[in-house]
């Protein structure tokens, strides 16, 4: 790096400082876990590997594109920074003298529609194109500007930025998909594109801020950006006893389990391939968990499916307002500890995995109220 410094030599095409890899050490630590565990709670590791798998497979789609795009951008794939209590998980982040961007990918199935209030809308259609289910999901474009706030927060307080661009761009990478977005408001309409449209964005973007003649960042100071963004990287630590509330009973043989990975959990949400896994639609949702117990149920009376959706409610308008991802509220695993555990009081809540004392201050009360 130094003699490209000495020599003056300049970015001519695309550099991957932290290169994207098809060896995931989460992903053989999930297919290894699956091997172990010999209770229906495989069900979940199985559903979240696939999970990753699927994103995995998106990240390498955007990686080709990159890589062949002949731009002259430094590249780095898979950076965590964290910030006090924030943090931003970034697919990619593009670096050239002119801006900073970075990519979300979201390997999406189903037909994506984006109304004129931005909300998004994923339609599943059968062969024969019949839609037979409707969704709405979490705006993709508000998650990552999120990453592009804390990672001009985490530049500008280590003087490494001022003004300088950070811009964010949502790449769906199934080529299957398709994305309708002709009534979406202009900032949405611009902020999301297919992955084989990406060359073409980046080419663009590019001439337009090289015509603002605003920023021309040398090499030196690019390099010291990625090589600080580097140093910085914080992947998380899983323990995966804690994240699947695993015990020694769930790793002995004693009822018949399968949990071979060529059984995918997997609903309607994933229709892909690959070489261990095939899923039609429409498929029918195999996971299966316990709630609670008839006996609780009829005792209590309660509803369980009518907290499921009050408690999703909930967490998808505490998103809105926060702008953030619903899972960073509470994930799915931690709705269905709730309606297991069915708290009172906010010292049972934090008995629950997932929800530390941060967030039973801010949302503690309301699930409680919700349970009432």
Do not use: W
């Not at 069900?43 to 080709?64: A, C, F, H, S």
């Not at 021309?216 to 992947?235: C, G, R, T």
């Not at 095939?278 to 499916?305: A, H, L, Q, R, Y």
């Amino acid at each position: 790096m130094l003699k490209q410094f000495l020599f003056g030599s300049s970015i001519k095409e695309p550099i991957f400082l932290k290169d994207f890899k098809d060896d995931n050490t989460q992903l053989k630590d999930l297919e290894n876990l699956i091997k172990q565990v010999k209770t229906s709670k495989v069900n979940q590791i199985k559903t979240d590997y696939y999970l990753l798998k699927y994103g995995i497979e998106g990240e390498k789609n955007i990686r080709y594109e990159l890589n062949n795009s002949f731009l002259p951008i430094l590249v780095l794939h898979d950076i965590r920074l964290e910030d006090g209590e924030h943090s931003a998980q970034m697919d990619y982040i593009i670096l050239n003298p002119y801006f900073i961007m970075i990519l979300e990918t979201k390997r999406l199935t189903g037909d994506i529609y984006i109304n004129e209030s931005g909300d998004f809308i994923r339609n599943f259609k059968t062969k024969s194109g019949k839609i037979y289910k409707k969704e709405g999901i979490f705006s993709p474009i508000s998650q990552n500007e999120r990453h592009v706030r804390i990672l001009s927060k985490i530049l500008k307080k280590h003087n490494l930025v001022n003004n300088f661009p950070i811009l964010s761009c949502v790449t769906i990478a199934n080529p299957k998909s398709i994305v309708t977005k002709t009534k979406a408001p202009k900032q949405i309409k611009s902020g999301i594109i297919k992955y084989d449209q990406l060359t073409n964005h980046l080419s663009k973007t590019i001439d337009t801020y090289k015509k603002k003649n605003a920023f021309d960042m040398p090499d030196k100071k690019l390099y010291s950006i990625a090589d600080f963004l580097k140093e910085n990287n914080k992947p998380v630590k899983i323990d995966y006893n804690s994240k699947y509330a695993l015990t020694k009973e769930d790793f002995v043989e004693n009822v018949p389990n399968n949990n071979s990975l060529n059984s995918s959990p997997l609903n309607e949400d994933l229709n892909f391939k690959s070489s261990n896994l095939e899923i039609k639609e429409p498929t029918v949702k195999i996971i299966i968990e316990d709630f609670c117990s008839p006996k609780e149920i009829k005792n209590k009376k309660i509803n369980i499916e009518t907290l499921r959706n009050k408690l999703k409610n909930y967490r998808l308008q505490k998103s809105k307002e926060e702008k953030v991802a619903a899972f960073y509220i509470f994930n799915n695993k931690t709705l269905e500890a709730i309606l297991n555990a069915l708290p009172k009081t906010k010292d049972e809540l934090l008995k629950i995995q997932g929800l530390g004392p941060i967030k039973v201050e801010k949302y503690g009360q309301a699930i409680l109220d919700i349970l009432k």
